[in-house]
């Protein structure tokens, strides 16, 4: 089992910028696709980013393409999201998660999910 710890949550005015933290421990942190979702109030949770293992590959959603970049660094078994021009739609808790297997067999389904981060943008 992975744990996963998310952190770099908090209040930033819109546009605005943040990084966010994943922390990884259990597990060898490459054998895993790695993601980012999140979870407005009173919302569905949504995906927002994912890295392949190697971290070549990445996706976006639509609403976050063009201004968050995730990444990853397997030797120091953390994940990243890198956030700007954030709008007060981007408030959310966001919750790192990751799925073991291949990129070219991942479907969106995570199997393991930290505890999340809170984000909050002002207008």
């Known amino acids: 089992q992975v744990q996963l710890a998310e952190s770099g949550g908090g209040l930033v005015q819109a546009g605005g910028s943040l990084r966010l933290s994943c922390a990884a421990s259990?597990?060898?942190?490459?054998?895993?696709?790695m993601g980012w979702f999140r979870q407005a109030p009173g919302k569905e949770r949504e995906f927002a980013a994912a890295?392949?293992?190697?971290?070549?590959?990445?996706r976006y959603s639509d609403s976050v393409k063009g201004r968050f970049t995730i990444s990853r660094d397997n030797s120091k078994n953390t994940v990243y999201l890198q956030m700007y021009s954030l709008q007060p739609e981007d408030t959310a808790v966001y919750y790192c998660?990751?799925?073991?297997?291949?990129?070219?067999?991942?479907?969106?389904?995570?199997?393991?999910w930290g505890k999340g981060t809170l984000v909050t943008v002002s207008s």
């Open positions: 890295i392949s293992r190697a971290g070549s590959l990445t």
């Open positions: 998660a990751a799925r073991g297997g291949s990129w070219s067999t991942w479907k969106f389904d995570m199997d393991y």
């Open positions: 259990g597990r060898t942190l490459s054998d895993y696709v």
